[in-house]
């Protein structure tokens, strides 16, 4: 555990109030977010996630620095799967493109508040039993062999646990109502499948959790480093999804490189354990050398996917195989803002039956 300043935690916890509320402003009119308005975000988002670690390296010191680093870039890279699922899930219920950045908005706030419990309970079972390590090891192995058999694809947004029980509390009709998550019909309230899309977001985030909170953990057993790591990863993941839309399926390696990242983490889990609860002799994995494993991996990922194109594709961006998956920005119109969604919803198509 590193001696972390309470000063600290304040200037965090403040950092991340205002640029929520700064976000929240910039946006408070629903419209279509184009690739420069995405791109100068997500360099925000990075931007303050580098002056909060270098202010980490600065006043706690190196070693938490690069543990910051580490589990900041993991949990940026692991974030990805969650771009093709806010894809998917978009697609499934038809989200005007207007509206799906409020949507991830309240997904981000949702994230940082389970992220807390669930790195909090974490840290806390780590710390009394460390053999928990070995359970964590085999979560992310088990997540490896799913990525490689792809059975992530087979996720359903319709039937989502969350979904479902949202349709058992409250009524939800077909057709969108501008942001508005409930409207009265004939003297009730009704929800709007608006409201379903945020519990499907929230949903997929716990799903999520259950990679990622092992994952940081192997990195680091201090709760202010994997939280904050954590938040500011989860706080650039809706301009990252914007900045990317439509093409996410160009980094087809991408997904062989994830699954490689967490069966390495998985690894550093068994050793790190085994150190402390076999035998010292057993070696650890340092933190600098993962924090360079992933960054080389990600970058041999992202290398090859540009340079070898998945099969049949075209860079004809006309072509509407090409313009990304149903709810996101169309490729033809990524290098500017487009205008304006219409006023009308229903132009962006109906969405499935929610009810």
């Known amino acids: 555990m590193h001696d972390v300043p309470l000063w600290l935690w304040v200037v965090f916890a403040v950092t991340v109030l205002v640029s929520l509320a700064v976000d929240l402003l910039a946006h408070r009119e629903a419209h279509v977010i184009g690739f420069r308005e995405a ?4 360099g925000v988002w990075v931007g303050l996630a580098i002056v909060f670690g270098t202010v980490v390296f600065l ?9 910051y680093t580490t589990a900041w870039l993991l949990e940026k890279s692991l974030s990805v799967d969650n771009l093709f699922v806010f894809a998917l899930i978009f697609g499934y219920f038809r989200v005007p493109r207007a509206y799906q950045h409020r949507v991830l908005f309240l997904g981000v706030l949702g994230a940082l508040v389970f992220r807390g419990i669930f790195l909090a309970a974490g840290v806390a079972v780590v710390s009394r039993f460390t053999a928990v390590l070995f359970v964590f090891a085999a979560i992310l192995f088990y997540s490896t062999y799913k990525i490689l058999k792809e059975e992530d694809d087979s996720f359903d947004p319709g039937k989502s646990i969350a979904v479902r029980l949202l349709r058992k509390i409250v009524p939800v009709r077909d057709d969108y109502a501008g942001t508005r998550f409930f409207v009265k019909e004939a003297g009730r309230r009704v929800a709007t499948p608006l409201l379903a899309v945020v519990a499907a977001i929230e949903a997929a985030d716990l799903v999520f959790a259950v990679d990622s909170v092992p994952a940081v953990l192997a990195v680091s057993n201090d709760a202010f480093i994997v939280y904050t790591s954590n938040a500011f990863a989860i706080l650039g993941l809706r301009a990252l999804y914007f900045m990317l839309a439509g093409l996410l399926d160009r980094f087809h390696y991408l997904s062989v490189g994830l699954a490689f990242i967490l069966s390495f983490i998985g690894v550093k889990l068994i050793l790190q354990a085994s150190h402390k609860t076999i035998s010292t002799a057993v070696p650890e994995i340092p933190s600098p050398l993962s924090l360079a494993v992933i960054v ?3 970058a041999v990922s992202i290398g090859l996917s540009v340079l070898r194109p998945p099969p049949g594709h075209t860079d004809d961006r006309s072509s509407p195989d090409t313009a990304g998956p149903v709810g996101s920005v169309p490729a033809e119109n990524a290098a500017d803002d487009p205008p304006e969604s219409p006023s009308d919803p229903h132009d962006a198509g109906e ?3 929610v009810r």
């Open 296 to 298: 080389a991996v990600l």
């Open 59 to 67: 006043v706690v010191g190196t070693s938490a620095g690069v543990e």
């Open 39 to 42: 791109a100068a975000w997500s």
């Open 351 to 353: 969405p499935p039956d």
